[in-house]
């Protein structure tokens, strides 16, 4: 065991508990907030990893707009506050949904660990990673701009069409 | 130093908690916490496999990069889908039937 053997088992518990509560709480709201506990974890284990820009780029946009995105979206779809039971399926469900995701967490987890071995981390470079990202990778960087517009116009898209169906419905 | 099985570990149990979530949730927007639980193990063994690889191009931090990123194109999509439904039938509760 190292120092970053230690760290990583810390931040990992962390990631791992708070992902569990997240999928298993009975209040929407926790649920959410949960996710921010896992992702900031996440965000640790990128660090420990040495993976520096990886890990503002996940505070940035998850932390900061995806988790939020999901808390408006459970503001405008009326959320019960308090803990409700029919968030999650029936008992018989949840076992089947437990059989499954074990299931194939031991299918990756059984193919991934005899690959582990002992490694050095490679030191953070954030020069050298900039340098790569804006020569061998700026075409695919160009096209997730491209991406994300295609996104913004796409959900504009979907609510005008709602709406528009709405508004012919209340004329009929 | 590091040994690599906890990465791996870590990776796996956030799939087979994404998938639990995923199967388990009847609320649309907690289904996609589910989803960003797997993604967010799929980010997590691309940045193992750069950090205990050499990779002049450094692709598996690019890659996540570009994973998180995708991961926001869609969830900006699926929540305009979900509030779309939402207006629509009045709930979204996925283990009902469309009214």
């Known amino acids: ?172 | 130093m590091i040994h690599t099985a906890g990465p791996y570990l870590l990776a796996s149990l956030l799939v087979a908690l994404g998938l639990y979530g995923i199967l388990a949730r009847r609320n649309a927007v907690l289904m996609l916490v589910g989803a960003e639980l797997v993604l967010a193990g799929g980010g997590l063994l691309l940045v193992t496999a750069g950090a205990v690889g050499r990779d002049p191009s450094w692709s598996g931090q690019v890659l996540t990069l570009f994973v998180i990123t995708i991961a926001a194109a869609e969830v900006v999509i699926a929540l305009a889908v979900i509030v779309a439904a939402y207006r629509r039938r009045g709930h979204i509760d996925l283990a009902q039937d469309a009214g």
């Open chain 1, 1 to 172: 065991m190292t120092g970053l053997d230690l760290a990583f088992a810390a931040t990992g518990l962390v990631t791992a508990a708070a992902a569990a509560l997240a999928v298993t709480t009975r209040q929407v709201v926790h649920s959410a907030l949960w996710l921010v506990v896992a992702l900031l974890g996440l965000a640790g284990c990128y660090l420990v990893l040495g993976a520096e820009l990886v890990a503002l780029v996940q505070l940035l946009v998850y932390v900061g707009a995806v988790v939020v995105l999901i808390i408006v979206a459970l503001m405008l779809t009326r959320a019960p506050i308090g803990p409700r039971a029919e968030h999650s399926t029936g008992p018989a469900h949840r076992v089947l949904a437990a059989c499954v995701g074990a299931g194939t967490g031991g299918l990756v987890a059984a193919v991934l660990l005899p690959t582990a071995t002992r490694a050095q981390v490679r030191p953070a470079g954030s020069e050298e990673l900039a340098r790569q990202i804006f020569s061998t990778w700026v075409w695919p960087f160009e096209l997730l701009s491209l991406l994300l517009l295609a996104a913004l116009v796409g959900a504009f898209a979907v609510s005008g069409l709602t709406t528009s169906d709405a508004s012919g419905e209340g004329t009929r």
